[in-house]
């Protein structure tokens, strides 16, 4: 079995969709993103093609395709249809495998279930994404406590957005977790352009080493 991560966030729409497309690329991954709330816009699965460069054939498609922008709880409903637990399970694959969640960690797919407790059986690395900007500590800090008390594995926190020291350090110092690095927000995204700007933030062999 190759490298596996999982990707997840403080939040939604804070960038982790841009950070997996950047990883995928850098480790010559697979991209899943096992359910996928709202079809009407770009998904992020097609977000990825277009910011990795990569070939259709390396990403797989969605356990769930689910038709309303909203919580997948309620995205499933509205499909009249029920996220099952057993559909979202990891493929074995020889090459590495990004994984991305949907918004934060206590996301609900259903009246019992939430993306954290689908994390804790997976028992695979997990990148925390954080934003840097007002608010991130609490939250990042909450989330840290949350996979610590679900025994998620975690890999690391990779910061997006402008550089705040004091923030970052904080966050460190407080939640014990090793920080990757930052993706700094681009004005205008393209493959070439993303692929450098990871390279010149993030340590690639990190990754290669430290996951399973």
Same mark, same amino acid.
């Given at each position: %079995?190759?490298? #596996?991560?999982?990707?997840?966030?403080?939040?939604t729409? !804070?960038?982790?969709?841009?950070?997996?497309?950047a990883?995928?690329?850098?480790?010559?991954?697979? @991209?899943?993103?096992?359910?996928?709330?709202? +079809?009407?816009?770009?998904?992020?699965?097609?977000?990825?093609? #277009? +910011?990795?460069?990569?070939?259709?054939? #390396?990403?797989?498609?969605?356990? @769930?395709?689910?038709?309303?922008?909203?919580?997948?709880?309620?995205a499933?409903?509205?499909?009249?249809i029920?996220?099952?637990?057993?559909?979202?399970?990891?493929?074995d694959?020889?090459?590495?495998? !990004?994984?991305?969640?949907?918004?934060?960690?206590?996301?609900?797919?259903?009246?019992?279930?939430? @993306?954290?407790?689908?994390?804790?059986?997976?028992?695979?690395?997990?990148?925390?994404c954080?934003?840097?900007?007002?608010?991130?500590?609490?939250?990042? +800090?909450?989330?840290?406590?949350? %996979?610590?008390?679900?025994? !998620?594995p975690?890999?690391? !926190?990779?910061?997006?957005?402008?550089?705040?020291?004091?923030?970052?350090?904080?966050?460190?110092? %407080?939640?014990?977790? #090793?920080i990757?690095?930052?993706?700094?927000?681009m004005?205008?995204?393209?493959?070439?352009?993303?692929?450098?700007?990871?390279?010149?933030?993030f340590?690639?062999?990190?990754? %290669?080493?430290?996951?399973?």
């Amino acid at each position: %079995m190759g490298t #596996r991560f999982v990707v997840t966030g403080t939040d939604t729409g !804070i960038g982790k969709t841009i950070f997996s497309a950047a990883l995928t690329f850098n480790l010559g991954a697979t @991209y899943w993103k096992p359910v996928q709330s709202g +079809l009407d816009d770009e998904t992020d699965r097609e977000a990825v093609l #277009r +910011l990795s460069g990569l070939s259709p054939k #390396r990403t797989l498609p969605e356990a @769930y395709r689910l038709a309303a922008p909203a919580s997948p709880h309620l995205a499933a409903r509205l499909d009249g249809i029920s996220i099952d637990p057993a559909r979202l399970v990891p493929p074995d694959l020889l090459a590495p495998l !990004i994984i991305e969640g949907a918004g934060g960690l206590l996301v609900p797919l259903s009246d019992d279930l939430v @993306y954290a407790d689908i994390f804790a059986r997976w028992q695979i690395p997990t990148i925390l994404c954080a934003r840097t900007t007002l608010g991130t500590i609490n939250h990042t +800090l909450l989330s840290v406590e949350a %996979m610590k008390h679900r025994d !998620i594995p975690i890999f690391g !926190i990779a910061f997006i957005g402008e550089e705040n020291q004091e923030t970052q350090r904080i966050i460190a110092r %407080m939640s014990g977790t #090793r920080i990757l690095g930052r993706l700094p927000w681009m004005a205008d995204i393209s493959a070439e352009g993303l692929q450098q700007t990871f390279s010149a933030n993030f340590d690639v062999t990190v990754f %290669m080493e430290g996951a399973r």
